[in-house]
């Protein structure tokens, strides 16, 4: 009895299945539905029908832990996969085997590796004699030449042959592999063979008749097509070819009638011999039907190739002579004297290549230097120590010089040249050679490549070579600006080959397939002797047909430091245009050789508020106030911003005097007789009161009327007879009407963080009115978030910060959210000329010394009351919360 069923007598198997199982499983082991496939000590292969006559296969097997415990694991092919009613079912049909009767050793089944062993026990073969068999199916094969290669074919035809040798149904065999998955009967061992090395030697011809024979495996087939008895050189003639004694061969190249000449073979039995190019040789004797070995004294795939050298026409004999006397010592067809020079020097020729190679998943772009050694213009033949040309009928041995040509190797390697080790589709006749990386070879054709050629190399580029650059003739750059516009185009761009090309479109290619590349942190970091190699008209990757040129990092820097990113982003053709407050950043250009046309105006504006010197004017005649150095320098800042015709936020602290320092800007403005047309300054109601006494103390010479109280209507009329208008952010919605046509020599904001929402309707009547100059005032120009900064620019300068959509993705989103140092850096950069900022403890030399002054008030009786009232609430309440919450709890009650 089976070890598997005593041990599974002692196992308690049930308890590892549901009862549904086991009820399911006692019925399919009654109807017998169970099939053991295979049994052994420690495993039981079986099948199993289950529902609607599925057939589920069954693993189920026997372990030992560490404790020694027996364990049972149940494996089914069905959906439930372990511990299922069929892996039960076959457990309680072994169950009941054992109950009925012993199990005697004859009817234990097999493994399936043992039935299978048993079943292909080979069954000795009748000797078989391969010709004596003269009729039925069989194999024949026919040896037919190549009348071009000189090769020799062999085809496979099915042949049904009558007792009288008659062949019925000749078929040709276009399969190999698929005979030999069938095998069919009338195959002998030998066909077998035959037909796998044929297999082996040419699986590419798997479904066509008409293998070549070559080499050594050709050789060995022959042998075994030799045993078949039934190879033929034709059908028509069936004698089978029989192996032929072996011969000697002698080898000559027989001059033809034309004058040209034939490789050919000779014996002692055949003056001229029909020989199959194999390894050994082998004749073929057509008359006697023999084939055998013809033995020579040559190495055999020498023999071989010589067999197979193609007819030399009379022309090409001297010609051939002379380079086969350089390939090889076998005499050629003409026999040519020769001389040897030792005094000839080697030329360097140097090709440059670039090209596609493959690598893993990706194509990458691959560039190579191939180095030949040319002796009186002959290309020298990898490590020949000499070279050969044919001088009439004269063949001269030129010897090489090793010593020479190391030193024009070291030449290269000085340049940065080193041997390229990887095999590439790009490797060319001589030694490959390559550069670290593309700045080296852009490096190398900047000035290497003409130290070379100086020195008498020949150097050719390939036309797809990646870095055949072209030299910049100038860099130009070019404004224009129309009257009245708050914009200007500009473009910027190189002169190559007399044409004009924009580096606008060049660069936003760049950053849009090679971000890295113009990253500013990227560029900073290399050097500016370092080239950036480019497309003149950008295309697919590697064409060769665009021109490139190299354009110097240490003018390409400047270039991107003036335009950023941000410009060329979402850019479209050859100019960019740009806001006038934008023309700052054109004196960043100044350093860059350029031709510039146009654009002198703007170029000059530039200067000036990229230099920022503040224009130098004294307090006004009439300010009743002494001004600070800081506020003077208020003042100097905001009447550069009118020279300059833009705005900008004064952002002191509150009590540096924000107020006093624009009245001392307006009261300039009066005497200078440019307040033709009143100022407007707009703040909360509050600060009414405030601005009126202030002017009143510091500029009466300022006339001040203030917009305020439901009587304002009646001075509508008369706006243009004052200096200063004052009004509120709450009644300019209502009386934008009325304000809108007026001309306003200056606009003030006031505490300015009110338009911090730009969609607000103050913060939109605000942008609405028409204005020379227009200025916010704010201790708090930035409180949340970076969005009020670009509303307070939008209102002094649309498009200054782009859209809001824009400054969020270009500067907010990067700063606030990725701390982003480059992005805040730029920021501040262009926000820098129009923003001037004091905090106290800046200029707190310049404040005078801070004076206390403490005085008590009593509270009336009715305030007593109150303050009262309120204390013993909020007592009673912070009280009732600490004891319910406790202190660490309560803390914002307490607050």
């Known amino acids: 009895m089976s070890i598997f069923i005593e041990q599974l007598k002692s196992l308690a198997w049930t308890q590892e299945f549901t009862s549904t199982a086991l009820a399911k499983a006692r019925a399919y082991a009654a109807e017998d539905r169970v099939e053991i496939i295979e049994i052994d000590d420690r495993k039981i292969e079986a099948f199993c029908v289950g529902s609607e006559s599925q057939a589920y296969e069954q693993s189920i097997y026997l372990s ?12 089914c092919s069905c959906p439930v996969v372990i511990d299922c009613k069929h892996c039960a079912a076959v457990l309680y049909h072994l169950q009941g085997s054992a109950d009925d009767a012993s199990e005697s050793d004859a009817q234990i089944p097999l493994g399936r590796a043992l039935e299978h062993w048993l079943s292909t026990i080979p069954v000795p073969a009748k000797p078989a004699e391969e010709g004596a068999q003269t009729a039925g199916t069989r194999l024949f094969y026919k040896l037919k030449p190549t009348p071009v290669s000189g090769k020799w074919l062999l085809d496979i035809f099915k042949v049904s042959q009558l007792k009288s040798g008659e062949l019925r149904e000749v078929k040709p065999m276009y399969s190999l592999a698929e005979m030999l998955m069938r095998q069919p009967g009338y195959l002998s061992e030998l066909d077998l063979r035959v037909a796998r090395l044929l297999v082996a030697m040419h699986s590419h011809h798997a479904y066509y008749s008409g293998y070549p024979l070559e080499g050594s495996s050709g050789a060995e087939l022959l042998e075994m097509l030799l ?30 009638a034309d004058g040209g000449f034939r490789a050919q073979w000779s014996s002692a039995e055949a003056a001229q011999e029909t020989v199959l190019a194999l390894e050994p040789l082998y004749y073929l004797d057509r008359e006697r039907r023999q084939i055998g070995p013809l033995f020579n004294e040559l190495e055999e795939k020498l023999a071989s190739h010589l067999t197979l050298a193609p007819d030399i026409p009379a022309r090409q004999a001297m010609q051939f002579s002379h380079r086969m006397s350089a390939a090889t010592r076998i005499p050629p067809p003409h026999q040519l004297t020769e001389r040897v020079i030792d005094d000839v020097l080697p030329q360097p020729q140097l090709t440059l290549v670039s090209g596609r190679e493959r690598s893993r998943w990706e194509y990458i772009l691959e560039h190579r230097a191939a180095l030949v050694f040319t002796y009186n213009g002959q290309p020298t033949v990898d490590r020949n120590p000499e070279v050969m040309i044919l001088n009439g009928t004269e063949t001269q041995r030129i010897q090489r010089q090793p010593a020479v040509e190391k030193k024009l190797r070291q030449i290269l390697q000085k340049l940065g040249f080193k041997k390229a080790t990887r095999k590439s589709s790009l490797d060319r006749p001589g030694e490959m050679f390559t550069l670290p990386d593309d700045s080296a070879w852009l490096g190398f054709m900047h000035e290497g490549l003409a130290t070379l050629r100086a020195s008498d190399w020949q150097v050719e580029v390939s036309p797809g070579f990646h870095f055949n650059v072209q030299p910049v003739e100038h860099w130009y750059a070019e404004v224009e600006e129309e009257a009245g516009h708050q914009w200007f185009d500009l473009q910027l761009g190189i002169v190559v080959n007399g044409q004009r090309y924009s ?20 560029l900073a970091q290399r050097s500016d002797d370092e080239k950036l190699l480019i497309e003149l008209k950008p295309s697919g990757f590697g064409d060769p047909s665009g021109a490139k040129v190299a354009l110097p990092l240490s003018r390409v820097k400047p270039l991107m430091a003036t335009l950023g990113e941000l410009y060329l982003g979402g850019h479209q053709g050859d100019a960019l245009r740009l806001s006038v407050p934008d023309a700052a950043r054109l004196s960043m250009l100044d350093g860059v050789p350029l031709d510039w046309q146009g654009g002198e105006r703007l170029r000059t504006f530039a200067k000036r508020l990229q230099n920022s010197s503040h224009t130098q004017v004294a307090a006004p005649a009439g300010l009743n106030a002494q001004l600070r150095p800081y506020q003077l320098e208020g003042l100097n800042w905001m009447q550069t911003l009118r020279e300059l015709e833009v705005g900008g936020i004064l952002g002191d602290d509150m009590g540096l005097g924000k107020t006093l320092q624009t009245l001392a800007h307006l009261l300039t403005e009066k005497h200078a007789g440019r307040l033709d047309c009143p100022a407007l300054a707009v703040m909360p109601t509050s600060l009414i009161p405030n601005w009126l006494d202030e002017a009143e103390r510091f500029t009466p010479q300022l006339k001040v009327l203030a917009l305020h109280g439901s009587g304002r209507q009646k001075d509508f009329a008369d706006l243009a007879e004052y200096d200063l208008v004052l009004t509120t952010y709450a009644l300019l919605p209502r009386d934008l009407e009325t304000l809108q046509p007026q001309l306003w020599s200056v606009l003030i904001l006031d505490e300015a963080q009110n338009i911090k929402n730009p969609l607000s309707k103050a913060a939109q009547a605000a942008r609405d009115l028409q204005a020379r100059q227009r200025l916010c005032l704010s201790g708090t120009p930035l409180e949340n978030h970076l969005g009020e900064l670009w509303s307070q620019f939008h209102f002094l300068m649309p498009g200054w910060l782009g859209d809001s959509k824009s400054f969020n993705r270009d500067y907010r989103t990067p700063i606030e959210k990725h701390g982003n140092v480059q992005r805040m850096q730029h920021l501040t950069a262009r926000i820098k000329p129009f923003l001037l900022r004091r905090k106290k403890d800046q200029v707190a030399t310049e404040l005078p010394p801070k004076t206390e002054i403490i005085h008590w008030v009593d509270l009336s009786d009715g305030q007593r009351d109150v303050y009262e009232t309120v204390r013993v609430a909020m007592d009673k309440k912070v009280r009732d919360e600490i004891a319910r919450s406790g202190v660490a709890r309560s803390q914002i009650i307490i607050l």
């Open 503 to 522: 580096l606008l479109p060049i660069l936003l290619h760049l950053l849009r397939t090679q971000p890295r590349l113009l990253d500013p942190v990227n």
């Open 64 to 75: 030992e832990d560490r404790l020694g415990s027996v364990n049972l694991r149940c494996l």
């Open 227 to 256: 045993r078949t008895s039934r190879l033929f050189l034709d059908f028509e003639d069936l004698r089978p070819l029989v192996p032929g004694a072996k011969r000697i061969g002698q080898f000559a190249w027989a001059e033809q």
